[in-house]
T-cell receptor
Framework: QKEVEQDPGPLSVPEGAIVSLNCTYSNSAFQYFMWYRQYSRKGPELLMYTYSSGNKEDGRFTAQVDKSSKYISLFIRDSQPSDSATYLCAMGGDGAGGTSYGKLTFGQGTILTVHP | DVKVTQSSRYLVKRTGEKVFLECVQDMDHENMFWYRQDPGLGLRLIYFSYDVKMKEKGDIPEGYSVSREKKERFSLILESASTNQTSMYLC????????????FGQGTRLTVV
């Protein structure tokens, strides 16, 4: 079993839709959780991060972490064609509990297309 | 504006060649990483470096080595390129004081023929 599993998609939604992107993980020692966005022919860029369970909002984006269920989500409201990209969840720890200090573990990525 | 620069966007090499992929960052970051990205597999860690001259194997180090002689530069070496090393290679750097934010280069698309 992979440490991090991400819904593979691809997802295709109309402009204005609410998008939900999801990852599950197996190692309860992960301490911080991130979402990266990668446009075609570019490297990934950090979109949001959080250390704790609960919701964190940034404009149209909400990151949700449920440590008890080992589940994280990214919600995009009022999706735009410019949101079309690959979204990658990532996680890391401080070296305890089987995590490796310094290592970020990524999900497989979900390709999102928002069509006008 | 922070920057991680990879030396080539596209490379085509022959089987058996020794290949060098170079990465330079201008943020004085201690941590640097090499990933490869393949469809359906996401980003897989090849090697990472805590600091100058320090390195650790990632999940898929076989067939690769690295060099970090200066803080700003992290090189990935394919000792004898094989067709199964055809992939997108991504370099990243990060400050250990801000572990949540890794900065990535634009990637090198390597094709081994």
């Amino acid at each position: 079993q992979k440490e991090v599993e991400q819904d593979p998609g691809p997802l295709s939604v109309p402009e204005g839709a609410i998008v939900s992107l999801n990852c599950t993980y197996s190692n309860s020692a992960f301490q911080y959780f991130m979402w990266y966005r990668q446009y075609s022919r570019k490297g990934p860029e950090l979109l949001m991060y959080t250390y704790s369970s609960g919701n964190k909002e940034d404009g149209r984006f909400t990151a949700q972490v449920d440590k008890s269920s080992k589940y994280i989500s990214l919600f995009i409201r009022d999706s735009q064609p410019s949101d079309s990209a690959t979204y990658l969840c990532a996680m890391g720890g401080d070296g305890a509990g089987g995590t490796s200090y310094g290592k970020l573990t990524f999900g497989q990525g979900t390709i999102l297309t928002v069509h006008p | 504006d922070v920057k991680v620069t990879q030396s080539s966007r596209y490379l085509v090499k022959r089987t058996g060649e020794k290949v060098f992929l170079e990465c330079v960052q201008d943020m004085d970051h201690e941590n640097m990483f090499w990933y490869r990205q393949d469809p359906g597999l996401g980003l897989r860690l090849i090697y990472f470096s805590y600091d100058v001259k320090m390195k650790e194997k990632g999940d898929i180090p076989e067939g690769y080595s690295v060099s970090r002689e200066k803080k700003e530069r992290f090189s990935l070496i394919l000792e004898s390129a094989s067709t199964n090393q055809t992939s997108m290679y991504l370099c990243a750097s990060r400050s250990p004081r801000v572990p949540t934010e890794a900065f990535f280069g634009q990637g090198t698309r390597l094709t081994v023929v």
